[in-house]
Nanobody, 121 residues
Framework: QVQLVESGGGLVQPGGSLRLSCAASGSIFSINDMGWYRQAPGKQRELVASITSGGSTKYADSVKGRFTISRDNAKNTVHLQMNSLKLEDTAVYTC???????????????WGQGTQVTVSA
């Protein structure tokens, strides 16, 4: 059983920073891409940032220059450092991993449970 567990969400003032973490656990053979998505009330879920196993990154235009995604392959974790937060960054942030379980010939997509980030004055 593979699980993704996020941590680090919370309430922050505009201009502040938060660091989200996501740890993958269970019978994992390998992890390919990992990413962070977010969904604000009344809006569709959107990709915030993603990172390959080799460290290549991709960002939504709205967060470029403010957010940084990183991963620790040895610990099966991915982080999202969020700086200069804006009101419009308020959303539920969810971690996604493209993971091959032990004993499987296929990769599967796993999602975390989500963590709330609220930016408010």
């Amino acid at each position: 059983q593979v699980q993704l567990v996020e941590s680090g969400g919370g309430l922050v003032q505009p201009g502040g920073s938060l660091r989200l973490s996501c740890a993958a656990s269970g019978s994992i053979f390998s992890i390919n891409d990992m990413g962070w998505y977010r969904q604000a009330p009344g809006k569709q879920r959107e990709l915030v940032a993603s990172i390959t196993s080799g460290g290549s990154t991709k960002y939504a235009d709205s967060v470029k220059g403010r957010f940084t995604i990183s991963r620790d392959n040895a610990k099966n974790t991915v982080h999202l450092q969020m700086n200069s937060l804006k009101l419009e960054d308020t959303a539920v942030y969810t971690c996604k991993g493209d993971i091959r379980p032990v004993g499987s010939s296929w990769n599967f997509v796993y999602w975390g449970q989500g963590t709330q980030v609220t930016v408010s004055a």
